[in-house]
Each structure stands twice: as C-alpha cells, then as structure tokens.
C-alpha cells in the first residue's frame, strides 16, 4: 500500500479503543464502589466517589505522557498533552472537593490540616495535596518564570511523584477500601497500572528493548545556535523506522536522565540515516556539537502522529517558523525519495536571513518536486526583497493560486505558538476545514 495513502479507519479504531480504556480507568473505580458499597450520608459518599475519581484521574494523568506510541500516534502529541494537563487539574478540583466534603460529613475533621497532630494518613494526603497545587501553578506560569526545560521537567517529574506517593500512602494507610473485597484488588490493579507505566517509562525501554543506541556519522553546524546531528545503527542494526514528522527522543548516555524530545528531520524512505535539527544554546545543545564520529547517542521513538503519511492529501501546503522546519524538510525529503508528484506548497518563516536553514537543498529540492518556497523574514535587511511580517490571509492567499481550490489540501503548522495559532486562525477565515490543519507544539516531561 502506498503509505501516502493511509486509511483513517485503524486510527479510528485505535482511537475508540484508547478512549474506552480511558473511561473505564477513570469512572470503573467510582461506579464500581457506588454499586457494591453500602448506602452512607450525603456528604460520605460524594467524599468517597470524589476520591477515588481523583485517585483515577491521576493514575490517567501519569500515564498519558508515558510514552505510549500508540496513544500519541492515534491521537497526536498536542491532544496528549492537553489531555493530561486537563486532567491534572480536574485531579486538583476533586481533591479540593473531596476534602471539602470529609469536613462536611465531620466539621472536627478539619483538625486532619493540622501536619503536627495529624495522623499519617492524613499528612500524606496534605502533601499530595501541596504537591498538585504547585504542579497546577508550575504548569499555568511556567512561561512567566522562565524556568528552563530542564529545570521545569525535573520539578514537574518531582511534584508529581509526590502527587502519586502521598495519594497512595493516603489510601492505604487509610485501610478503608484497601481491605474491601471488591475495591482492594481494583486499586491494587490501578497502582500496579502506575508501576508498569513508569517502569517502562523510566527504565524498561532502555534496558529491555532491543536497539535504541545510535553511532554519531556527523555533527554539522548549520548556524551559530543549530546544529545537525547525523545518526545511523550501531553495528549495522535496524534503523529508526518513522512517518515523516514524527519525533524521538534523544540521550547521550544510555542510562542518562536527561533527555530531550527532537523532530527528525531526515528522509523516512532510508533509516540507515537518522538526522537531528537541533535548536539550543543550554548544556544539552553544547553536547550535542561536542560529539565526535564513531560516539553513541540514544534514541527512543518515533512517537507523534504530526505525518503527511495518515492523510489522503492532493496537496500539502506546509508552514514553518524557526526550526519548526524540521518535519517539513522530513516530509520534503521522504517526498522526493519516493517521488511524489503532489504539489508542495512550503512558507517558512524566520527572523533574518540567519535563521533560514537548508535554503541551498530546498533549491536542489525544487528539481524533483512540485515544490514552491516561499520565505518570509520578520527582520529584513533593506536589501531583502521577499516576503515579510506575518502569515496572514493575503500572503496565503498568494502562495496557493496555484493548487487546486478544489482537491483536498491539507496543512501543516509548526513553529512558535503564536505563529501556530494566528496561521490556524487565518486558514479557518480562508474556509479551510479543521481536519485539514494539522499543528504540533509541545513540552513534555
């Protein structure tokens, strides 16, 4: 099958499978003890179902960027995290209520908030409590206090293992459900759920899956602050099988905590080459361009589902900003491998003339595609003649007089947030359908 040609029925398929595990993780519990439990007061039982649904919703929120393939691929990066933070914060409302309600069922229950005297149920349940208050602001605010990447993800991880561990030593040391004969083994299941999520996670793909480590072929700079790094199989193993603009992640240690998630960039028709466009001036970036031929690096991936190859386009229009170019050239060069004889429309935008990368292939590229590039400068030089500003209706309007307003065309979007999100807003004044755009941004820990 011509992989440009993709069904959307098993994504459908995956996708109703996902959604349904979803919602029996975060209502079994609750509907479960509502039909098996014993009738009790007004203010007891929404104390109980309130609690356990938190209890579900964060086991969910855990294990929704745990790097499922097959949950981002069916649902795409963007969705996945924006679920998760969705449901983190749904977990912090119903722990407010939950509490709210154990005082209300007993008003001298509110002697538990005091860490001093309180039992340990109890204090654990305040530091779950702490904990998620600060995840929820450090998720809200991030951007305002300019935390880096590795400081916020390493916080982020933190909190949230306190998150998990205080609720769990909550509920056990509680000894209320946990001897039940029917919840006990259902909340057993759903701390065992956490554990294989996070052994995976942290551990298990490292260690027990085969592949992953990569030798360094080259590492080139493109500009002062991005660099390519050039990757193919250690000892002539399997390469890194992808759709064109999906992601990986990448350590340059086996064992290594830090980790950084990057596009690849490189062609999805020969995995024996797996290329990195890196953007970056922190530790990680530095070594990156320190790393010398014949050294390994790690990757682990393809995750995504930001591809050209799950839709049945007549044409791809695709729009970039800084080194959100990266799945586009991915895109571009898995094209021409293949010989793609749609039209591609690519409009990349950059600060200056410095920030425009791989404009000498673009041009080689245009020789075996039906490929038009259209470059837009937010800076310009007084010599620049191009396009400049935004990417509003009438330069898009102005790039696709060329295709065909009535075959199906579908768009692409990466790059800055606000680029993303005015370039989305113009192609819905345009009459472009919403399940023809298709956008990427995230930060995931």
Known sequence: MDRTTVSAAPAAGARTAWVTALLAVLAGPALVHLLTSEPMGMWRQLSSVTGLVALSALVCTAALPSRLRGLTRAFGIETVVGLHRQLGILSAVLIAVHLAAVVAANPTQVSLLMVSTAPNRARAAVAATVSIALLVVLALYRRRFNLRYEVWRWLHVMLAVFVLGGSALHVLWLQHLVNDAVMGPILTAL???????????????????????????????????????????????????????????????????????????????????????????????????????????????????????????????????????????????????????????????????????????????????????????????????????????????????????????????CGPPSMVSDVHGALTVMGVADDHIHTEQFDMA
């Open 191 to 413: 701390g065992m759920l956490v554990v294989v999520v996070f052994t995976m996670r942290w551990w298990g793909r490292s260690v027990l899956e085969h592949g992953g480590e990569f030798v360094v072929q080259a590492v080139r700079a493109e500009n002062p602050t991005v660099t390519t790094l050039v990757l193919s199989p250690r000892d002539g193993g399997e390469g890194l099988r992808f759709s064109p603009g999906q992601f990986a992640w990448v350590r340059l240690q086996r064992s290594a905590v830090e980790e950084h998630p990057f596009t690849i960039a490189s062609s999805a028709h020969d995995p024996r080459y797996t290329e990195f466009t890196i953007r970056g001036t922190g530790d990680f970036a530095t070594g990156v361009r320190d790393l010398r031929p014949g050294e390994s690096v790690w990757v682990d991936g393809p995750y995504g589902s930001f591809t050209c190859d799950d839709v049945p386009a007549a044409g791809l229009v695709l729009i970039a900003g800084g080194v959100g170019i990266t799945p586009m050239m991915s895109m571009l060069r898995t094209a021409a491998d293949r010989g793609d004889q749609r039209p591609h429309r690519l409009i990349y935008v950059a600060r200056d003339t410095g920030d425009l990368l791989f404009r000498d292939e673009l041009a080689m590229l245009r020789s075996y595609l039906d490929l038009e590039v259209t470059e837009v400068l937010r800076r310009p030089s007084a010599a620049w003649t191009g396009a400049t500003g935004e990417i509003d209706v009438a330069l898009l309007t102005s790039v696709l007089r060329t295709l065909d307003v009535g075959a199906r065309n579908d768009y692409f979007l």
